[in-house]
């Protein structure tokens, strides 16, 4: 997969006062977690970070940060969003390496529904999961999980292991052949039959027309 770039910034500023002077003038503060190194306060522009967040896989993507000159392979390890306008407030990232294990969660994605005779026939195709939880190389982490739909019948489950997975990934859930997806029958809400409730509110408009046993006639046919 591509590598993302980033420009980002040593920070000496730490005090509540400054994080905030920080923010108002368009950075967030962050930390660069290093494998053995000490740990790097940084910043960095928020208008970068809120379009990376456009990417549904942002958090598994490697980044090629610079920082002085200096070019580092990282990894988002977490994001602080504010509590009323969820705008991000400070972000975390981990520094890798190659051969560097990682444990990521990958979308999944979907194709060649158009050629899936389970959704011909008028099934749902039910989405257990939407990200799966991978352990693997950092220099081998996919963009995606493809799923292809073709040749699936109705009532059919897709399972972890019939995903082709690149090498050396395995998903974190071990103890178990987990399900992903599955093309469920739809689901159908029997309405009554025309003829049925006709006849019910006939009987019913009968039942009301007709006078009480020992009842008074209509005017019209009293003698």
């Not at 990232?93 to 529904?113: E, Y």
């Amino acid at each position: 997969m591509e590598n993302l770039k980033l420009e980002a910034s040593e920070r000496k500023l730490n005090t509540k006062g400054d994080l905030k002077k920080l923010r108002l003038e368009g950075f967030l503060p962050g930390i660069l977690y290093g494998d053995k190194e000490q740990s790097l306060p940084l910043s960095v522009k928020k208008i970068s970070i809120k379009k990376m967040l456009e990417s549904s896989n942002f958090m598994s993507s490697v980044i090629e940060m610079s920082i002085g000159g200096s070019k580092h392979k990282v990894l988002t390890k977490d994001i602080n969003f504010h509590p009323l306008n969820n705008e991000p407030i400070h972000i975390d990232f981990q520094k890798i390496k190659p051969g560097t294990k990682v444990t990521v969660n990958i979308p999944v994605k979907f194709i060649n529904n158009e050629n899936c005779p389970g959704l011909k026939m008028g099934g749902v195709l039910n989405i257990v999961r939407r990200k799966i939880e991978l352990r693997c190389a950092a220099e081998n982490i996919p963009a995606e999980i493809v799923i292809d739909l073709a040749n699936k019948e109705m009532n059919e489950s897709i399972h972890i292991s019939s995903v082709k997975l690149p090498e050396g990934a395995k998903p974190v859930i071990s103890d178990r052949d987990f399900t992903i997806a599955t093309i469920a029958a739809p689901t159908v809400v029997k309405e009554p039959e025309p003829a049925a409730a006709a006849g019910d509110a006939a009987a019913a408009t009968g039942d009301a027309a007709a006078p009480a046993e020992g009842g008074v006639a209509a005017a019209g046919d009293a003698k």
